[in-house]
């Protein structure tokens, strides 16, 4: 005999103070539980999200808990999962808002694992994996399996460009600002130009860097070869060097802010 895993609703958000505006999962997540917990609430059939449902519909977003629960088998998954999609394609609204928002748990789980620099702000980053998701919405062909896997994907996606670039700029900026230290220590000048190579050799010497990583930044970075390539290479994903490239920018950003740090609160010479 199953046991029955029944979940209880989530409780409708607390409302914003003075000078407080929602983030756009927020605001998402009004609009969803506005449809779920209105004076006719949007509902969908219990039993392909619950194998012994106390009713026959649920409203959307005690379907949305019962989804997200451990114990709600991957069967049940695909079959909410494949109604949600169809509902979203075929009928439109507002079934659209609520296949996105039924991805909300995961997107949450998504952006608390990612790192980023202070300037992103985390509402950027959910927009991105809204825009992500939704698109994905609109292209994913219908009755494909695990469509609730390409609606992940694209947001990951999105959300990894965006983290990826904002990263970018942090180290290019700590990069420029490390290359006229290097310089003024080291008295080069004249019609020398400045060179981020010499950046990453120091780096290097001084063991912030193995020689791979470095390699890895000048020829992805200053020399524009294609991630793919190197991937291919060291038999690894494209997405593992990603990573890995990013690591080392992020270990090498923060060696020369220190260092920098350190020379501005020098007494001058």
């Known amino acids: 005999m199953q046991h029955r895993h029944l979940v209880r609703r989530p409780a409708s958000p607390a409302p914003y103070g003075r000078g407080q505006s929602p983030s756009p999962l927020e605001e998402l997540e009004r609009a969803f539980l506005a449809l779920a917990q209105g004076p006719a609430p949007l509902t969908f059939p219990a039993h392909l999200v619950c194998e012994e449902p106390d009713r026959e519909f649920w409203p959307v977003d005690r379907v949305r808990a019962q989804l997200a629960h451990p114990s709600t088998s991957a069967e049940l998954r695909e079959r909410t999962w494949q109604e949600v999609v169809r509902r979203a394609r075929r009928l439109g609204a507002p079934w659209d808002v609520v296949a996105v928002a039924m991805s909300v748990p995961v ?3 998504m952006l608390a694992r990612l790192r980023r620099p202070q300037h992103l702000e985390r509402a950027e980053m959910e927009q991105e994996a809204l825009a992500g998701v939704a698109s994905a919405l609109r292209a994913v062909e219908l009755g494909v399996e695990r469509p609730d896997r390409e609606l992940f994907r694209a947001a990951d996606r999105a959300v990894h460009r965006l983290v990826y670039a904002a990263w970018r700029q942090v180290n290019r900026e700590a990069a420029f600002e490390a290359v006229e230290f290097v310089d003024a220590r080291s008295g080069v000048g004249g019609d020398e130009a400045p060179s981020e190579l010499t950046v990453l050799a120091q780096a290097v010497q ?7 990583e470095a390699r890895l930044i000048a020829r992805t970075r200053l ?44 007494p001058s010479e």
Do not use: C, F, I, K
Request: positive net charge; without cysteine; charged residues 35%.
């Open 107 to 109: 997107l949450r789980r």
């Open 206 to 212: 001084l063991r912030v860097l193995d020689v791979a």
């Open 223 to 266: 020399a524009g070869e294609p991630m793919s390539r190197l991937a291919v290479e060291r038999g690894v994903s494209v997405r593992q060097l990603y990573r890995h490239r990013n690591a080392a920018e992020e270990h090498l950003a923060a060696h020369l802010r220190h260092r920098l740090a350190g020379r501005r609160t020098r």
